[in-house]
């Protein structure tokens, strides 16, 4: 079931299976943003990451001893377990609650709740994780939203560019076929804020960057002013992916990372995993801006 939010600039809509935004239309131009996840190139527009980022190595973690697998990305993507706990016109709140089928998979009690709300020309997103265990419980959340790439129509991926906020000299750690994090650095930006979109950029998977001086990332065209910002000041890493040659682009802020190859698979071991005492709340928010 889809769920629609809306003010007088944007018209937004969210899968109820996995919170998962799926659409931002203008009201103005009636263009749309978000990737139409179309199953043949990459089946998914926006996919919440909870409790992990990314992949665990050799599919599973281990906590007080016992082992626990979990897909990529977590128990949030694809869950259809969720349901909305508050609606206005302009927001709404999704909430996944730990039951016997999420202990399954992760060993702790929580909730999760992730809130939508449109604001002026902004889609403000705030995810919260409330600890209801006895004990500390451990993760990680992130986004991955997929904008559409080239943003306007006659136009081609590369007349479109990644703008950082500041200037930046970064690397990426290089993933394995299996998706784990290695021990290795890439250079990819030397004191810029302008990464160009090329058909070879994601050959070898993502790019993923530690340590930003930004705290937005903006889509941009060579042949237009239409643009789109993600703003990010609660996030710590940054996830930029696309499938090579796809119409679309990732821009994914992270608490978290995919396990290291040379990791010991021990879940508060993980490399930025979050430690949240007994009733204790964590929040996290990040916004998609529309400039047109």
């Known amino acids: 079931m889809e769920c629609q939010i809306s003010n ?21 131009s009636g263009r749309e943003f978000v990737w139409n996840a179309n199953p043949d190139i990459w089946g998914s527009s926006a996919p919440v990451l909870f409790p992990i980022v990314g ?19 977590g128990i949030v993507r694809h869950n259809s377990n969720i349901h909305v706990i508050a609606q206005e016109h302009d927001r709404i709140t999704f909430r996944l609650t730990a039951d016997e089928q999420t202990l399954e998979h992760y060993p702790f009690r929580f909730t999760f709740d992730i809130n939508y709300r449109v604001k002026d020309n902004s889609l403000i997103i705030t995810h919260t994780v409330k600890n209801t265990d006895d004990c500390d419980i451990y993760f990680s959340v ?8 080239p943003i306007n129509e006659g136009e081609s ?51 993923i960057f530690r340590n930003l001086k930004s705290h937005c990332v ?11 910002a993600v703003e990010f000041p609660d996030f710590n890493y940054l996830g930029i992916w696309a499938k090579p040659n796809a ?26 995993i979050i430690k949240l005492p007994v009733g204790q709340k964590s929040e996290a928010k990040y916004s998609i801006k529309i400039i047109e």
């Not at 690397?171 to 058909?199: M, Q, R, Y």
């Not at 990372?257 to 071991?269: F, P, T, V």
């Open 8 to 28: 007088l600039n944007l018209k937004v809509r969210i899968n109820q299976t996995g919170a998962e935004l799926c659409s931002i239309v203008s009201q103005a």
């Open 55 to 73: 992949g665990l190595k050799n599919g599973q973690t281990s906590h007080n001893g016992k082992l626990y697998s979990m897909p990529r990305h």
């Open 142 to 149: 992130g986004a991955h939203p997929a904008f559409n790439c």
């Open 157 to 207: 991926y590369t007349d479109c560019y990644l703008e950082f906020s500041e200037r930046e000299t970064l690397s990426t750690s290089p993933l394995t076929k299996d998706g784990l994090v290695k021990d290795e650095s890439i250079p990819v930006l030397t004191d810029s804020n302008i990464l160009p979109l090329t058909e070879h950029l994601f050959d070898n998977d993502a790019l």
């Open 218 to 228: 903006t889509l941009r065209s060579h042949k237009s002013d239409t643009a789109v």
């Open 247 to 272: 119409p679309f682009v990732c821009i994914e802020p992270w608490l978290g990372i995919a396990d290291s190859e040379n990791g010991d698979g021990i879940l508060e071991h993980k490399e930025a």
